[in-house]
T-cell receptor, first 116, second 112 residues
């Protein structure tokens, strides 16, 4: 099993809603990532969890709140989002944090979020 | 910080044509270099990688060589297929080696 599974695939929410995106991997990877991808743009790093601890937060607004309940799961809690937050949210994992420059990322198919 | 620049698309080719997508980088130290591919409606997949100068990464007929002297990692394929139509991202590790930085992506469209 070499998959990263993301749910839901599509999400539409209002600006006052609270919702969550979920990501799961069963490859024994110890680093997990959230990326945001706008249409026709490259993925932009949001958060990195290394050994279940938040190691990188790329100055993401607090309306995005990550959570890593265990080494296989990664959540992204959403609250009071803005229409400009509409994007494809990609989860990824790697066997180890990329220190040593040898890592590769395994991506899920993404959750497409629309904020009305 | 580290950054990557890749050629603007879209690139439109006929089947069996030769493909080159240019990628150059700016980096401190010796980052690993990657090409990722994103097919329509899917997440990104690693296509190939190189971890040190003069390494050649290859996969599915695609190749790229890590050129330190020209700070380049150009993607090539001798004969493209319709199924190669996708967005291709050049990427490198950040200065701390803890995350990937992606280029803007190049859309490839191959027609039969």
């Amino acid at each position: 099993d070499t998959e990263v599974t993301q749910t839901p695939k599509h999400l539409v929410m209002g600006m006052t809603n609270k919702k969550s995106l979920k990501c799961e991997q069963h490859m024994g990877h110890r680093a997990m990532y959230w990326y945001k991808q706008k249409a026709k743009k490259p993925p932009e790093l949001m958060f990195v969890y290394s050994y279940e601890k938040l190691s990188i937060n790329e100055s993401v607004p607090s309306r995005f709140s990550p959570e890593c309940p265990n080494s296989s799961l990664l959540n992204l809690h959403l609250h009071a989002l803005q229409p400009e937050d509409s994007a494809l949210y990609l989860c990824a994992s790697s066997q180890d944090p990329l220190a040593g420059n040898t890592g590769e990322l395994f991506f899920g198919e993404g959750s497409r979020l629309t904020v009305l | 910080g580290n950054s990557v620049t890749q050629m603007e698309g879209p690139v439109t080719l006929s089947e069996e044509a030769f493909l080159t997508i240019n990628c150059t980088y700016t980096a401190t130290g010796y980052p690993s270099l990657f090409w990722y591919v994103q097919y329509p409606g899917e997440g990104l997949q690693l296509l190939l990688k190189a971890t040190k100068a003069d390494d050649k990464g290859s996969n599915k007929g695609f190749e790229a060589t890590y050129r330190k002297e020209t700070t380049s990692f150009h993607l090539e394929k001798g004969s493209v297929q319709v199924s190669d139509s996708a967005v291709y991202f050049c990427a490198l590790t950040n200065q701390a080696g803890t995350a990937l930085i992606f280029g803007k992506g190049t859309t490839l469209s191959v027609s039969s």
